[in-house]
């Protein structure tokens, strides 16, 4: 896929973490990347596996950081699980959440019935989220959900994120691992690299997958993803070089350092 080939998209979906930013820090020629893609008529979106914060929450966020971008043009699985299980179980269920207040409060807002982590009472579902309250306790319970018929479903499956400075952020995937582990059972994931995220965009705003890339730095779901969904691809893997040979099956059609490495292909 040559300059050209990347020049003719006329859709540009970008992860945020380890992307657009690191922590509360802007990425290097992400800025300059973004305005110049707006400036030609290219759309730009932000597909991102982020389970405690809402679309209005970071585009607020990358607003303080000097980036602007609007909500509807954020798809994150905050915003998104509670229509994800209405959809995956025909309708509202009973669901406790090992998660952010956001993530509860889409529970609440796609109808379903949330009942508290640490309740007594059945539920139908258990959705985990990136928790920093997760504990061994809270394992148990989960578990104990479990064996009494409770189906699991992660925010992500992502290990980590990588936070300011190059600091490996714990994320949603290490926690369903540990469930994983514990219960013998394989866990269902809302966020990349699950087409849904990308189906929400792609049909929001009927855009042909031909003509869109995913830029992002996680192999295992934006590129995965991305390629799977039917997307060029942009493998930002300045902090993991190694990950690809984890998938040798997933093959991205560029493949840089940084943004703004980026920023300087896509100019010549």
């Known amino acids: 896929m040559g300059n050209t080939a990347m020049n003719s998209m006329k859709a540009f979906l970008f992860d945020l973490d380890g992307c657009i930013y690191y922590g509360d820090t802007p990425a290097a020629g992400a800025k300059e990347l973004l305005e110049l ?38 798809v994150t699985v905050t915003d998104n699980a509670g229509h994800y299980l209405k959809g995956k179980f025909g309708g509202c269920v009973k669901v406790k959440v090992a998660g952010s207040e956001a993530l509860q409060s889409s529970v609440l807002g796609a109808g379903h019935e949330l009942i508290p982590i640490d309740s007594p009472m059945p539920a139908d579902v258990i959705l985990v989220g ?7 306790d809270k394992l148990q319970m989960i578990v104990n959900d479990v064996h009494r018929g409770a189906k699991v479903i992660g925010a992500n499956c992502d290990s980590h994120h990588v936070g300011t400075g190059g600091v490996i952020v714990p994320e949603t995937g290490s926690l369903t691992a540990a469930i994983e582990t514990v219960a013998g059972l394989k866990i269902e994931h809302i966020g990349k690299p699950s087409p849904y995220l990308f189906e929400c965009v792609l049909n929001r705003y009927g855009l042909d997958p031909d003509h869109c890339i995913m830029v992002g730095d996680n192999f295992m779901t ?29 093959f991205p059609d560029y493949i840089v350092k940084n943004m703004e490495q980026l920023l300087n292909i896509y100019t010549k």
């Open 130 to 136: 990136r928790d920093v309250t997760f504990d061994y």
């Open 222 to 250: 934006d590129m995965a993803g991305g390629v799977q969904a039917g997307l060029r691809t942009v493998w930002i893997n300045e902090h993991n070089p190694y990950l690809r040979e984890s998938m040798p099956g997933i």
């Open 37 to 74: 893609l707006k400036h030609e008529g290219k759309r730009c979106f932000f597909v991102t596996n982020n389970s405690t914060q809402t679309a209005k929450e970071i585009a607020s966020k990358m607003s303080r950081i000097g980036i602007q971008a609007e909500p509807e043009d954020i």
